[in-house]
């Protein structure tokens, strides 16, 4: 299966618990404690009937109250017992539920933040999302509630039963066997339960990425009276999350009703069974009592396990769920023992037959790049629409990792070079400037948190982005989704200023001019030529004003470098080129 | 009570660490209302329910009464009179009351089971489309993550209380009520015995309320923060990447982990001491029970297999009490989810559709902006903004980043309404046009091409629905896209991911503009929508727009002037005013800043 693929056919196996394991057992001595608790209070519970048993068979048969207090001293003594394990179970199942789902899910982001940006172009985030809340606060219910239940349920079906045995034993084996079909026929539907749990949980991701996607583009939604169109959508996959939902709930009645109807007839036979022992001498009245007032206690849970087997199986799901996730593969990692090498500033850049095919395309984007990037040599990449610019810039920085030839940094191949030393050596402007809710200072500062003032406001100055200074707070406004926000061109301009802080080695910048007037694009420029100077640089350009910054330009077409030279060779000779660049005045005839 | 009704009204009180008492019983009670809002269509069902209870709650309590009769009745009639029929009768009816009680416990079930689902999908439908409705300085204030989390999360803790606590409640009431009155009717002075315990459940449940309240509320933030750091660091994951702001991310992402885990502890051990509170008041009143009632046997005034069933009966009085304090746990956690839910229902609108739209079927479009001021925050934007449009001309906007042209652009698409002053459309203010007219007449292609994962005909559709496949590919054609998406390997069928990360950043933004021109509105408002284009590219869509807007009015933003030159009229915009008015050629002949930016241009070609 394409480790990728976010739909995955659910496996159903109550196995997928054991994933849990490797986080409980930091909390084992708190776990511990709370079984133990669990069991000592389901103990003291079955205290209780038996105490009544000896009043009935004790003081009431011989007349004697003064045999009484002593024995319902013992039953009180039980009885806050129960009451204080109780306590001691929640408190130390709630401290250890509740650290197990945090670290599950400290892990989940951290593993997701690695995963490549290949991994994240194909999962909706709402998928990503919904495992990281609904599944989580599902596992932590089971580990603090459920688990104890199931195996204190369990332990006590089997402690009663011996108990049972002892008091009767034909009884006792007439009650072993009525387990037998209901065994069978609740592990029929737990089955199916899984599988309905599944498909639930996928279909909350789904909505999720709805919610998200019609919150994230609502001034497209706005702007086009879309409003009714997205409910639309929203709602069918709504109403097909009630209607999933529904098979959950008819399958769990079902389980329910199996768990609730066997104790009851279990009862009436016992009631049958015992009446016959008794009549024939086998069993006093006082015996009977006591076995039927022990498997009273039985009621509860056999008719809860039901219910828990269930949750343990809608939890297997998301622990599947998570699994997929924490199982994704860090395709773009450190090799084994790759050390630091020298990356001089400016450093040489080289792309050697680069080929690049997205995951599951036919067709390579990137097909034999040759490109040298000289030290401190600034290259303008000119291609068409979609001929694979961004990708190919995306291959300095390992977002993603060729599929074919190499990229080497001074020699060195970048997937050679540890990714924290690749990364601070290479710095990026995207072409949608993404910027952060922190302050300005600290989404310039990204990459670089110990840049100096003096760095900051050389990095704003070759930007132009003094506006910041007029902000409210100045460089510590904060900006981004949670804070103010900036208009286009401001925003570029800022994540310009945050790819030149600190003199790269090398620096990518992705069409970086787009959104500024003529006016600030020549001041920018300008300052920017300083900084170029001292950098090795790959510029996208879609514009002839950009292209004029590097000292080369390099065509790409058709997955390939097809030509290389400065702008006004390639203008002369290359026709390709010119009808990329060069007919903005042309345009002017034709419009005109 | 108004004026502090009002500070808490919304959202306002989220981010107020501190509740006054007056704030909390405020937001309580505007939760509670929600919640009976939300269950009004379904009282016919609840009573319904009620009744299946009632019923299968006597089959249920039959179960001892009959154990009881076995052992009192049977028993003696089996061992002294060889009788088996007492035994057999009792049997009987024990299967019959077992398979009745089943049989009803299977439709409350999956009746009630439908019940919350469909409250849930009410739940869901109301906030969605309120949200939707919400204009966008909500949304900026407000955070696209925290918006996921209300409909998400908060949405899923109402989902618990109603598969789980209401089963429970429901179920749990009924058996204390019954036991409580077969208690009585069994015998009245252990009965009585019995209520005792109540006074005691009652102050331990009030301390729990109390404190739960709080301590759920924050909860319901902390969960959210959590949600909003997860959706930025995943929005931006490249950059996140590239500047290697993982080690940071981890360390805020654990910190607010760290501080959700601690809400829930608080929550959880406020529950960790009001169970076994409950529980030991009840085995406290059985061991009296027990004592009093064996006291009374050995006297002779009850029989014993009145005391055991009573014992028995006990045992179902208690236990059904822990799932009444469990849902009231899941109650309060509801609870403080509905409060925020109801926060944002209770955010007004504030660029509202009219009550009584002005029709306007068919815009001429003629944009005025008379008067109009504008400011996101306290600093204006736009002073006294004085502009008119005639019906199909197109306008170019220049000027430096910020001045404001996006600004001004979004008030004509109305996403704000003017602080002061109005925008007209053929004469009608734009807040007196129904949403559906407005939107027919006026279009904007926003700065950001956002597409939604899903084809690519879907996403050009959505300009117009009801487009057959023809007219998308003829609008995709007319824009110079068809080319390069019949390259993809699915052709208009192409999923676009995630925001449309399938696709560069130039088709996308072809493909913002293919929807804009299949949606053909009156109006068209262009923001750098070309920006991203190579130069051919950017020509197509030229093309296409000097035969759209033949008959159109178009305000255009661009930093390239080669798109300026369409215009019929070019407006120099400088800190939110207008500064330059002209045909491009006046302009460029002039000596004003138009002309000056001109030449920088016409350098910059080369
Ligand atoms: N995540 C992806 N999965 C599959 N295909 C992709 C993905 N991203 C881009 N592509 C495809 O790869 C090709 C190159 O895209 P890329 O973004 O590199 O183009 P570009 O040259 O930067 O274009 P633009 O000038 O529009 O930014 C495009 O045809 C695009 O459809
Ligand atoms: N949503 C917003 N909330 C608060 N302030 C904003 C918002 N959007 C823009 N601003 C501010 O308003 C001013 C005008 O912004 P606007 O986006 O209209 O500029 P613009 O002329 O379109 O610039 P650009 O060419 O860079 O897109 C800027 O100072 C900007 O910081
Ligand atoms: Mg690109």
Redesign the interface.
């Known amino acids: 299966m394409d480790d990728a693929t976010p739909a995955t056919a659910p496996r159903g196996k109550l196995s997928a618990l054991a994933r849990l394991w490797p986080f409980a057992r930091p909390y084992r001595g708190l776990v511990t404690l709370t079984f133990g608790a669990a069991l000592l209070a389901t103990l003291a519970q079955l205290a209780?009937p038996l105490?009544?048993a000896a009043?009935?068979d004790g003081?009431?048969a011989e007349?004697?109250?003064s045999g009484?207090l002593p024995l319902?001293g013992l039953?009180?003594l039980?009885?806050?017992a129960?009451?204080?394990l109780?306590?001691v179970r929640?408190?130390a199942m709630?401290?250890s539920c509740?650290?197990l789902?945090?670290d599950l899910?400290?892990t989940l982001?951290?593993r997701?933040?690695?995963l490549p940006?290949g991994f994240?172009?194909?999962?909706?985030?709402g998928q990503?999302?919904?495992r990281?809340?609904?599944d989580m606060?599902t596992i932590r219910r089971f580990v603090?509630f459920a688990a104890v239940f199931l195996v204190v349920n369990l332990v006590t079906c089997v402690v009663v039963l011996v108990l049972l045995l002892a008091t009767y034993w034909p009884l006792g084996v007439a009650v072993a066997a009525t387990t037998v079909p209901l065994t069978l026929l609740g592990m029929r539907w737990e089955r199916r339960y899984n599988t309905e749990s599944r498909r639930v949980q996928d279909q909350?991701g789904e909505?999720?990425?709805d919610?998200?996607?019609?919150?994230?583009?609502?001034?497209?939604?706005?702007?086009?009276?879309?409003?009714g169109?997205?409910?639309d959508r929203?709602?069918a996959k709504?109403?097909r999350l009630?209607s999933l939902?529904?098979d959950k709930?008819?399958t769990?009645?079902?389980l329910?009703?199996l768990f609730?109807?066997h104790p009851?007839?279990t009862?009436?036979?016992i009631?049958?069974g015992g009446?016959?022992a008794?009549?024939s001498g086998a069993l006093t009245?006082g015996g009977?009592?006591a076995f039927?007032?022990l498997f009273?206690v039985l009621l509860?849970p056999i008719l809860s396990l039901g219910f828990l087997f269930a949750f343990a199986q809608e939890t297997a799901s998301a622990c599947d769920r998570v699994g997929e996730l924490l199982d994704a593969p860090l395709t773009v990692t450190d090799r084994p023992g790759a050390t630091p090498a020298v990356v001089g500033t400016p450093a040489r850049l080289r792309f050697e037959g680069v080929r690049f095919a997205y995951p599951g395309?036919?067709?390579p984007v990137l097909d034999g790049v040759d490109l040298d990037l000289r030290p401190g040599e600034t290259v303008a990449l000119v291609?068409?629409?979609?001929s694979g610019?961004?990708t190919l810039t995306?291959l300095v920085?390992r977002?993603y990792d060729v599929t074919g030839g190499r990229v080497t940094l001074d020699g060195t191949d970048v997937r050679d070079l540890p990714l924290?030393q690749l990364?601070?050596v290479?710095?990026?402007a995207?072409?949608?400037a993404?910027l952060?809710?922190m302050s300005v200072r600290e989404n310039l500062a990204?990459?670089r948190?110990d840049a100096g003032d003096d760095e900051v406001a050389e990095a704003l100055r070759v930007a132009q982005a003094q506006?910041v200074h007029e902000l409210p707070w100045g460089l510590d406004t904060r900006i981004?989704?949670?804070g103010?926000?900036?208009?286009?061109?401001?925003r570029q301009?800022l994540a310009l200023a945050?790819a030149v802080l600190g003199r790269p080695s090398v620096l990518v910048l992705d069409?970086p001019l787009?959104?500024?007037?003529?006016?600030?694009?020549?001041l920018v420029e300008r300052a920017l030529r300083e900084v170029l100077a001292e950098t090795t640089a790959l510029v996208v350009a879609?514009?002839?004003?950009t292209v004029?910054l590097a000292d080369r330009v390099a065509l790409l077409a058709g997955g390939r470098i097809t030509a290389v030279g400065t702008?006004?060779e390639l203008?002369a000779g290359v026709p390709a080129y010119r009808?990329?660049?060069?007919?903005?005045?042309e345009?002017?005839e034709?419009?005109? | 009570m108004s004026a502090p009704a009002e500070s808490w009204r919304g959202v306002a009180t989220e981010d107020t660490e501190e509740l006054s008492a007056g704030a909390g019983v405020f937001l309580w009670a505007r939760s509670r209302r929600l919640l009976r809002d939300l269950l009004r269509p379904h009282r016919r069902t609840l009573w319904l329910l009620l009744l299946t209870l009632l019923v299968q709650n006597v089959a249920w309590l039959a179960g001892p009464l009959l154990v009881g009769i076995g052992i009192d009745v049977a028993v003696p009639a089996l061992v002294e009179r060889s009788d088996a029929w007492p035994l057999v009768w009792v049997a009987g009816a024990m299967v019959a009351a077992a398979l009745v009680d089943t049989a009803l416990r299977y439709v409350f079930l999956t009746r009630s089971g439908r019940m919350g689902q469909a409250v849930l999908l009410a739940l869901r439908r109301r906030v969605f489309t309120h949200v939707q409705r919400l204009p966008l300085s909500f949304h900026e204030k407000y955070t696209s993550g925290k918006t996921v989390s209300r409909l998400t999360s908060d949405v899923e803790a109402l989902a618990e209380l109603l598969d789980e606590g209401l089963d429970s409640l429901v179920t749990a009431l009924f058996s204390v009520l019954t036991i409580g009155v077969v208690l009585m009717v069994l015998d009245p002075g252990l009965g009585a015995v019995a209520l005792l315990g109540f006074p005691a459940l009652f102050v331990v449940a009030r301390w729990f309320q109390r404190h739960s309240t709080a301590a759920y509320r924050r909860t319901r933030e902390t969960i959210a923060a959590l949600i909003v750091q997860f959706t930025e660091t995943f929005g931006g994951i490249r950059a996140v990447q590239a500047f290697r702001r993982e080690p940071r991310n981890d360390e805020l992402y654990a910190a607010l982990n760290e501080d959700n885990r601690r809400a829930h502890h608080r929550a959880f051990w406020l529950i960790a001491v009001f169970i076994p509170a409950v529980t030991l008041i009840g085995n406290v009143v059985t061991v009296a029970v027990l004592g009093i009632g064996a006291w009374r046997v050995i006297g002779g005034g009850l029989a014993v297999g009145t005391l055991v069933s009573f014992l028995l009966y006990l045992r179902r009085f208690f236990d059904p009490l822990q799932d009444v304090a469990m849902f009231y746990n899941a109650y309060q956690s509801a609870t403080a989810a509905l409060e925020k839910l109801s926060g944002v229902l209770e955010e007004r609108p504030t660029v509202p559709e009219p009550s009584d739209p002005v029709p306007l079927p068919r815009a001429r479009g003629e944009l005025v902006l008379d008067g109009v001021s504008f400011g996101y925050t306290d600093r204006t934007v736009l002073p006294e903004l004085r502009l008119t449009v005639p019906a199909g001309q197109t306008v170019a906007l220049v000027g430096a980043t910020g001045a404001g042209k996006s600004t001004l652009a979004r008030l004509v698409a109305r996403f704000y309404d003017p602080v002061s002053g109005e925008v007209r459309l053929d004469g009608v203010p734009l807040h007196r046009l129904s949403d559906a007219d407005l939107r027919r007449a006026v279009v904007m292609v926003t700065q950001e091409s956002f597409l939604f994962s899903g084809t690519i005909a879907d996403n050009i559709a959505f300009g117009r629905p009801e487009a057959t496949r023809e007219e998308v590919e003829a609008a995709a054609r007319a824009i110079g896209a068809h080319g390069f998406i019949a390259a993809l390997p699915e052709g208009y069928d192409t999923d676009v991911h995630r925001r449309g990360g399938r696709l560069s950043a130039g088709q996308r933004q072809l493909v913002s503009f293919a929807r804009a021109f299949l949606a053909d509105p009156a109006v068209l408002v262009l923001d750098e929508a070309t920006s991203s284009l190579d130069v051919p590219s950017e020509r197509l869509v030229q093309r296409a727009l000097h035969t759209l807007l033949a008959d159109r009015t178009a305000l255009i933003i661009a930093h390239r002037l080669s798109t300026v030159e369409v215009a019929d009229r070019v407006l120099v915009m400088e800190s939110g005013r207008i500064v330059e008015d002209g045909t491009p050629a006046d302009l460029v002949g002039g000596t004003g800043r138009f002309a000056g930016l001109h030449r920088a241009w016409a350098d910059s070609l080369v």
Not at chain 1, 514 to 522: G, I, K, R
């Open positions: 209780l105490v009544t009043v009935v003081p009431i007349g004697d109250r009484l319902l039953a009180l039980f009885g806050v129960e009451a204080a109780f306590f929640r408190w709630n401290r509740l650290q789902e945090r899910r400290d982001y951290q997701l933040q690695r940006v994240h172009d194909r999962w909706g985030s990503l999302l919904s990281a809340t609904t606060s603090g909350q909505l999720t990425t919610v998200e996607e019609a919150v994230q583009g609502i001034r497209v939604v706005k702007s086009l009276g879309r409003s169109l997205v409910f929203y709602d709504a109403t009630r939902e529904l709930v008819r769990l009645a079902l329910w009703c609730e109807l009851q007839l009862l009436a036979m009631l049958v009446s016959l008794v009549s009245v009977l009592v039927i007032a009273t509860w395309a036919a067709e291609g068409a629409t979609g610019k961004t995306a920085p977002l924290a990364r601070s290479v710095a990026t995207f072409e949608d993404t952060f809710s990204l990459g948190p506006f981004g989704e949670q103010l926000s900036l208009s286009g061109g401001q301009r945050r069409d787009s959104a500024l007037d003529v006016h600030t694009e020549a879609h514009r002839a004003s004029l702008h006004s203008l009808d990329l660049l060069a007919q903005d005045s345009l002017t034709v419009t005109r």
